[in-house]
């Protein structure tokens, strides 16, 4: 049973053309972690690994539990965040900026980490949102394969969803380890992607001061 958060924002996403490329599956999650569990194991066996060894035995079992409890646990919404919204009482005008989020992805074109850090802010309206909320709807999205544009955009798009107004920012500054690690192996370079609405994207003194360090 999805939340109706849950419901409204990949509702949103649908409607925008902005939701993961998805597809139904009958399976739960049990049926997913055996079957990825045994085609690991045929990719370690192709690659000429001896999953007799003690160091290899468990790895596709670690790899399955991994992909559909951690990494890509994004993908069901029945994992969506517990929203706490609170009335704005003290009636903030202001632009609230949550810094520096962790954030610990996967490319979708070669499932490689992409690692980085986003900053989010909105101007209240109606309602003020818990501060790890936050936090948790970045990670929410972060836990999928992902094109960094669009994490941005989802993030954006929720967020604006959930709080009930278009003035949201979201700025996201990332390594891309496929890019690090294998093909052009570039060691040094990130990626930066910007999403705003809103005052945020027509007062360029309100973007300025959310883009400022």
Known sequence: ????????????????????????????NNQKYERIKGLMTEVLSTLGLDLNDDSLTETPHRIAKMYVNEIFSGLDYSNFPSIALIENKMRVEEMVKVKDISLTSACEHHFVTIDGLANVAYIPKDTIIGLSKINRIVRFFAQRPQVQERLNQQILIALQ?????????????????????????????STGTLAVGGEFKTNERMRAEFLRV
């Open 161 to 189: 969803a959930l709080l009930g107004t278009d003035d949201v920012a979201v700025s996201i500054e990332a390594t891309h380890y496929c890019v690090k690690s294998r093909g052009v192996m570039d060691t040094s370079s």
């Open 1 to 28: 049973m999805l939340s109706p958060e849950a419901r409204l924002v990949q509702k949103r996403l649908q409607e925008a053309g902005l939701e993961t490329p998805l597809v139904e599956t009958p399976m739960d």
